[in-house]
Each structure stands twice: as C-alpha cells, then as structure tokens.
C-alpha cells in the first residue's frame, strides 16, 4: 500500500464545476504540498501546508493532520486547470518528499 | 520559478553506456533532489542533497551515483545505463518552496 493514496486517478469536469480531489497519507508528516503538473510536463507547487486550511485565487487547500487527510478545491474550474494534480507529503529531515500518482483533472468546456 | 535548468533535455542512449544529468540552480538554496517519473509509480527520489558534497540515497537509489561539488550544480550519473532506467527524471530545490526543474527525458535502448 502506498504511504500516499490520491483520490480520483481521473476527474472529468465541465467548465464552472466545483472540484475536489482527496489525498489520504498513513505517516506522521512535517508538511503536505499540493502540485501541479501541465500536459507539457512542468511541475509547479501550489500550496505547502502543516495545518488549517490555505487559499490561493480559486483554489483552497486544507488539512486534517489527526484524520490524515487533505483535500484541494477549485472553484469556478476552467478549461486551463486541466492538468495533473499530486500530494506530497514531507517526513523527517531534508524535506524529502513521497508522493501520491496524481489525479488527472480534464475541464471541458 | 527558481533558475533551475536541467541538461540534456532529451538524451538517447544505448544500454552499458555512463550518462550523465545536470542540474543547475541560480538560488543558493540548499536542498537538491533528484527524483524520476515513471507512469503508476509518481515520483521517486533517488538522491539528494543538503549541502555541498553532502548527499544520501533516497529510494530507489540503485545504479545512481551523484556529486554535488558547487552548490549551483547536483550531477546525477547513471553508471551503466539499463532499460529500467527510461524515464523522466527532475530535479528540484526546497527553500521553504519546492521549485523544479524542466526535467530530462531518458531512453535507454
């Protein structure tokens, strides 16, 4: 079983859905990262949280650290949010990362 | 976007022959990873980085070697290239961010 477990693997969408993918994780952490990566391949991080609940234009991460859970939220979805959508949890020192497989979000119009 | 540029960006190469990738940050920081990408795993992480000459193996670190002599640049070296080493492999830094680079894609024929 993976230490990171993202739900959905696929997520199709109609242009101004609300979203919501889940990622679920079994060890103590230090930090959770949400992150998203384009159809062209290039990775980019939208939030690093430890607790509560942060909010970025129309998206929102939150976390539960006791049920060790985190939830992304998009409102308002749009066509350019088709990407790729990962969880990454950070243990120990360095910051050294594991990572769920990624949701595949597809927006249409 | 932290300045990190990875080289080569695509490379082909035949099985039993060295290869090596660079990472190359403009940012001073600190902590350097490289991770691979392969369909249903995510990422891993082969090695990092937290200072200059100070690396560890992360999980998947076998037929890996890296060397990190300036704290702009972690070498990633693929001693004797094999077939289960096609992949995309990353690289990223962490400053209180996690930034990566462009990624470098890899056929081992």
């Known amino acids: 079983k993976n230490e990171v477990e993202q739900s959905p693997q696929n997520l199709t969408a109609q242009e101004g859905e609300f979203i919501t993918i889940n990622c679920s994780y079994s060890?103590?952490?230090?930090?959770l990262h949400w992150l998203q990566q384009h159809p062209g391949g290039g990775i980019v991080s939208l939030f690093m949280?430890?607790?509560g609940k942060k909010k970025h234009g129309r998206l929102i991460a939150t976390i539960n650290i006791q049920e060790k859970h985190s939830s992304l939220h998009i409102t308002a979805s749009h066509p350019r949010d088709s990407a790729v959508y990962i969880c990454?949890?950070?243990?120990?020192?360095?910051?050294?990362?594991?990572f769920g497989t990624g949701t595949r979000l597809q927006v249409t119009l | 976007d932290a300045g990190i540029t990875q080289s080569p960006r695509h490379k082909v190469t035949e099985t039993g022959t060295p290869v090596t990738l660079r990472c190359h940050q403009t940012?001073?920081?600190?902590?350097m990873y490289w991770y691979r990408q392969d369909p249903g795993h995510g990422l891993r992480l082969i090695h990092y980085?937290?200072?200059?000459?100070?690396?560890d193996k992360g999980e998947v670190s076998d037929g890996y070697s890296v060397s990190r002599s300036k704290t702009e640049d972690f070498l990633l070296t693929l001693e004797s290239a094999t077939s289960s080493q096609t992949s995309v492999y990353f690289c990223?830094?962490?400053?209180?961010?996690?930034?990566f680079g462009p990624g470098t894609r890899l056929t081992v024929l």
């Open positions: 990223a830094t962490f400053s209180g961010w996690l930034f």
């Open positions: 060890v103590g952490i230090s930090a």
């Open positions: 990454a949890v950070s243990t120990g020192t360095a910051s050294k990362l594991t």
């Open positions: 940012e001073n920081h600190r902590y």
């Open positions: 980085s937290y200072g200059v000459k100070d690396t």
């Open positions: 949280l430890s607790s």
